[in-house]
């Protein structure tokens, strides 16, 4: 192998000398060897975490071109999380792509030696659609906003779709040791619990943050009794993950949060995210321009899809707007460490989904 390329962003590397290190790989992976490598410019539109690399793969032999994107662990001085376990995101693909009508990219081969690209990555096919932004907010402007409201109501019932279909898969009937994700606690409840409580801890100095700690301990104490038995969890459940096509799904990414619990936090996930992205418009004065079926006809069409009765669905949705909050305040710390912006007098200030989460909680 060559000397290692150091971690960083690839939109920051040289393109020929990626493509190089994709193609001598590649070469060691297919037949004909070394084939063509063409690096193309990535979107910022959306995620925060892991690094994307679009590029062609034109084979020696006369095989037709293949689009395919490289997702790789990001190097960043500021991480949003502790760790990123790229071959779990691999697996998940493989374990929905085997076992569920889920439509994700086919995943094609897993490499954990940083020698080759500097990083852990894997390699997927390229899906061709649209994305619901992140960056500005799919409720401030862009297609979906401009979409007639039955589209816009179709593209949210098939993002229900995809959360019923993932649900599918379950550790009674299916391989799924590798979501394991450490925790303590006696069920899958307890444990995400226990890795949140630790994320805040890692993430941030929780005494500047009261709410968010408050609104934990408002969660343990009204932690649901008999929680539903775990599924597969996709973690990041929300539209802005989703590329669609005609306004249905074609392609489902970002599994780093991937991990086994009820079905619930999932769905109280997009729940709440998507409440959240309305309520920021109307606060900036922006006529959101979505209409969703509402939250009682998002629960009821799940229900009537799986065929299982939601519950404490306010606590995963409080579940959410924690998980969200910690999470917030270490994007903040990237933003301020990298110099886009100036740490606040107040860090709170900042945490945008707090007075959903307050109103939820009545903290």
């Not at 071109?65 to 376990?85: G, I, K, N, Q, T």
């Not at 439509?103 to 852990?120: C, Q």
């Not at 079926?293 to 799986?306: G, Q």
């Amino acid at each position: 192998m060559p000397a290692p390329l150091p971690k960083a962003n690839p939109r920051g590397r040289d393109p020929g000398e990626l493509g190089a290190r994709l193609s001598e790989w590649l070469g060691s992976l297919i037949d004909g060897g070394p084939p063509a490598v063409s690096i193309e410019p990535t979107s910022d539109a959306t995620g925060i975490s892991s690094e994307t690399i679009l590029f062609d793969m034109a084979p020696t032999d006369g095989r037709p071109s293949e689009r395919l994107v490289a997702r790789m662990e990001p190097d960043d001085p500021v991480p949003v999380f502790p760790s990123y376990d790229m071959e779990l995101q691999f697996r998940c693909l493989e374990v929905v792509q085997e076992h569920t009508s889920v439509p994700v990219p086919r995943p094609r081969w897993y490499e954990p030696d940083e020698s080759v690209l500097g990083a852990p990555f894997f390699v997927m096919d390229r899906v061709e659609g649209r994305v619901p932004p992140d960056l500005p907010p799919y409720t401030f402007e862009g297609w979906l906003r401009d979409a007639t409201p039955a589209d816009q109501a179709r593209l949210w019932m098939s993002s229900i779709d995809v959360l019923a279909g993932i649900h599918t898969l379950n550790p009674r009937d299916h391989d799924l040791s590798f979501l394991e994700r450490g925790g303590t606690g006696d069920d899958d409840i307890d444990k995400y619990l226990d890795r949140e409580r630790a994320y805040f801890q890692w993430a941030a100095d929780v005494e500047r943050y009261p709410t968010i700690a408050a609104a934990f301990e408002w969660l343990v104490e009204n932690r649901p009794a008999s929680p539903g038995p775990s599924v597969m969890n996709w973690g990041d459940a929300r539209i802005g993950n989703i590329m669609f096509r005609d306004f249905e799904p074609v392609g489902v990414f970002d599994w780093e949060l991937a991990a086994l619990g009820p079905r619930e936090a999932d769905v109280g996930w997009s729940l709440f995210l998507h409440t959240f992205f309305m309520e920021v418009a109307e606060m900036l004065d922006i006529d959101p321009g979505i209409e969703f079926p509402d939250r009682d006809e998002t629960i009821a069409y799940y229900e009537k899809t799986t065929g299982v009765t939601l519950r404490d669905m306010e606590w995963y949705e409080a579940f959410a707007g924690y998980r969200f909050a910690a999470i917030i305040t270490r994007t903040d710390a990237r933003t301020i460490a990298s110099g886009e912006s100036e740490a606040p007098d107040d860090p709170e200030s900042t945490i945008h989904p707090l007075p959903l989460l307050r109103r939820i909680t009545g903290i």
